[in-house]
């Protein structure tokens, strides 16, 4: 059958596909950004507190990397992932230098699935394991493997009926909405406990590695009580489990230093990362690891080999994304936030459909639910997105000028500006 062809004088955009907005058609088109603000075809601006998918740290068409990427590409664009290239071993030594200092040496990847592919991959031929612990509502990526091990119903309804990898993964509860407790002392112990009572009885041996983000990314910016990560770092060590910390958000300034484990005050053994490395403006991951890890991976070789892992033209982008963060977005990040955290939490106590609002630097939740029922609008197991007032409150907010994410499961909005962000723009967003 023939292809229909595209006549470019009539119609340009294939159809949109439905997503976050309003369920229309009319899904802006973005065709240009500066800094904060993107532009759609007619012109419209818009304020992205997404930074698209909390990814784009360093703002919108920031010139320092777009020269960077050009000089890289002018000079060579390719070298392969076994080659040894100046960019690539530049932008390895620059993440020792701002990494936790549990980390010692950097293989790439390609996005954060891949990159949490890899960690996991590692860890289970390193520990001779293969249980993975991880969470529910927690988001690792789209991969058979990462879809496997991530906790989001939505992202699992493409794998439980054909995947047979599911076994490995065993799943701990979201830590606010599952244990009750009076103080976030007491829900950090209760988590903690759980836990170890997990490990213990799948039998310590069998578990290679524990996979958590350090600050709950696309499921609403949930941060973990006090005290709840220094038990979980005990536990891994007593058990010996591998603390894989996923910082593919949370990484490159979003929560005010330079990774999220700094800020929780975590020491993982793995560390994987994408978005921010390169405030996406082109494609590259990456996962540290420890001394040990280290010594294996040179001793027995481990290498997935990815054409495109660790690709120059990315590692172009990410030293020059590091140099923008260093230069002055960390310290906005850390300046800002408090404005946010101010203004965020205004709603919660003018609206009584706003639950809770929670976050880190400059990644928020909003967290919405009935208030005569106490419960979200949506229960997660049967939302369905037309009938969902969060998709409604993103639809106006989009029609006033302001882009926000939408929490999975879908009973809150995300709000994560570039860290460019001035106090002017958070009021008016
Ligand atoms: N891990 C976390 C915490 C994420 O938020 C994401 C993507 O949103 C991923 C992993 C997967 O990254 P990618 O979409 O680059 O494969």
Same mark, same amino acid.
């Given at each position: ?5 595209? &006549? ?8 949109? #596909? ?6 229309? &058609? ?23 507190? *997404?930074? *698209? ?18 000089? *890289?590409?002018?000079? !060579? ?65 789209? +991969? ?19 995947? +047979?990898?599911? =076994? ?7 830590? %606010? ?6 103080? %976030? ?55 010996? !489990?591998?603390? #894989?910390?996923?910082?593919? !958000? ?11 484990? /700094?800020?929780?005050? #975590? *020491? ?9 490395? +390169? ?6 991951? =990456? ?18 080999? /990815? ?62 639910? &009935? ?37 999975? %499961? ?20």
């Amino acid at each position: 059958m023939a292809m229909e062809r595209l &006549d470019s004088e009539t119609e340009t955009t294939p159809t949109a #596909i439905p997503h976050w907005y309003d369920g229309d &058609d009319d899904i802006p088109t973005i065709v240009d950004g500066e800094d904060v603000t993107v532009y759609d075809s007619e012109g419209t601006a818009y304020l992205d507190f *997404q930074s *698209q998918l909390y990814c784009v740290n360093a703002g919108h068409s920031n010139q320092q990397i777009i020269d960077a990427i050009a000089d *890289q590409l002018a000079r !060579i664009p390719y070298v392969s992932s076994g080659k040894h290239n100046d960019t690539r071993n530049e932008l390895r030594a620059r993440l020792l230098e701002v990494a936790p200092e549990s980390m010692a040496q950097t293989l790439f990847s390609i996005s954060g699935s891949e990159a949490n592919e890899t960690a996991v991959m590692l860890a289970r031929e390193y520990a001779d394991a293969s249980k993975v612990l991880t969470r529910w509502h927690s988001y690792h990526g789209a +991969t058979y493997g990462m879809a496997s091990l991530t906790g989001d119903t939505d992202t699992r309804a493409y794998i439980e009926p054909h995947a +047979t990898t599911t =076994g490995n993964a065993k799943f701990l509860p979201p830590i %606010p909405e599952a244990f009750d407790a009076e103080t %976030p002392e007491e829900l950090a112990e209760k988590a903690a406990n759980h836990l170890e009572f997990v490990i213990r009885n799948e039998g310590p041996d069998t578990i290679a590695a524990l996979l958590t983000e350090v600050v709950a990314g696309s499921s609403g910016a949930y941060t973990a009580p006090p005290g709840y990560f220094e038990r979980v770092r005990e536990i891994c060590d007593e058990y010996d !489990i591998l603390l #894989i910390a996923d910082e593919v !958000i949370t990484g490159f300034g979003r929560t005010g230093e330079w990774f999220g484990a /700094q800020s929780e005050g #975590i *020491q993982p053994d793995l560390m994987t990362f994408a978005k921010g490395l +390169t405030s996406s403006y082109v494609p590259l991951a =990456g996962v540290m690891m420890n001394d040990d890890l280290a010594e294996y991976v040179a001793a027995e070789g481990f290498d997935v080999g /990815q054409t495109f892992a660790g690709h120059p033209v990315g590692c172009a982008a990410a030293l020059a994304a590091m140099d923008v963060y260093e230069d002055g977005l960390l310290e906005n990040t850390r300046e800002v936030a408090p404005r946010l955290e101010s203004r965020l939490t205004d709603l919660e106590e003018r609206f009584d459909v706003v639950s809770s609002v929670h976050g880190r630097g400059l990644h928020w939740g909003v967290a919405f639910a &009935d208030p005569e029922a106490d419960e979200p609008f949506v229960d997660p197991r049967v939302s369905d997105e037309d009938d969902n007032p969060v998709e409604t409150v993103l639809s106006t907010a989009g029609e006033n000028g302001a882009l926000f994410g939408m929490g999975r %499961p879908n009973t809150q909005i995300i709000v994560s500006p570039p860290l460019c962000v001035t106090e002017a723009e958070i009021d008016e967003a």
